[in-house]
């Protein structure tokens, strides 16, 4: 990693512990700006390599990377990491993709669903991070791409990606067993996504995946009820239908996931993005307590309802080749 970064003219630090320095900056907005810009090569803790169930998802969860450089103001990471939002880039791959193994056959999530166990065990890459985001300077996608693809139970890699530099990806033997997701939203609604690729884009390196022959798939997040929202999700899936259309054997299907927040991440977004236009007017959502007790803010049922009979309404007619994996 350290010799794909240093060939791209990046400067490259080694340190002599594990405490980065020098990420704070006058104010919250600058200490966010040096450490978006900076990414450390670490090794990933025992506590890291212990997976857990991440439903709707998939069974396991399991991290290449922690951190993304793109600058979402809705990011759920905002109120899920601590510290200043800088990328770490696990280091010690082969023991991570050699730790899967006795979680197969262990999952609750998708392996137990009455429609979706032909999955395989699955384990998802992207929950703390955009793998592909930097992939150039890691290559730990294609190496787990290439693992996946070897292994001989039946799983399933997945990931999702706001990015379109799928080229290192296209010629691997994947086996059908990576499923590629692009997160996508209505056109409007891609300004609150900086530093990240074009919806166009995303499509396009969609398609070239699918002809690639892996199975694919489209995350709709978060989805938002702003003004003009049917149109901007006719839109987004007017072109996603015209984009993969007389691609040949096309497995694809589609996450559907509404905004939602915490007390906790509006306060960083906040933060980070004080001219943010994007709504977090809680008097327009409903208090919703998890699992753990924690407090999140999502739609009224009836707005859930409109988004969702909507957006399932545009796949069936546009899309009908796509499978519904859940909404949420």
Known sequence: MAERVA??????????????????GDSSRETYTL????????????????LQPIPPSADFRFDLAEGCPAHCQYCYLAGSLSG??????????????????????????TSRSQTRSGEGTTFEASCYADPLGIEHLTGSLAEAVRFFGQWRPDVQLRFTTKFSGVEPLLTLDHGGRTRVRMSVTAPAQIRFEGGTASLDARLDALKRLARAGYPVGLTVAPIMAFEGWRDGYADLVARAAARLRGVPNLDLTAELITHRFTPKSKGVILDWYPATKLDLDETRRVRKTTKFGSIKHVYPSSVMKELRGELERLFAEQLPEARLLYWT
């Open 7 to 24: 060939a791209l003219g990046i400067p490259v630090v080694e340190l002599a512990s594990d405490r980065l320095s020098g990420l704070t």
């Open 35 to 50: 450490a978006k810009a900076t990414m450390a090569i670490v090794v990933a803790p025992a506590a890291k390599r212990r």
């Open 84 to 109: 200043p939002p800088i990328t770490r880039a696990y280091a010690n791959l082969p023991e991570i993709l050699d730790g899967l193994e006795p979680y197969v056959g262990q999952g609750t999530i």
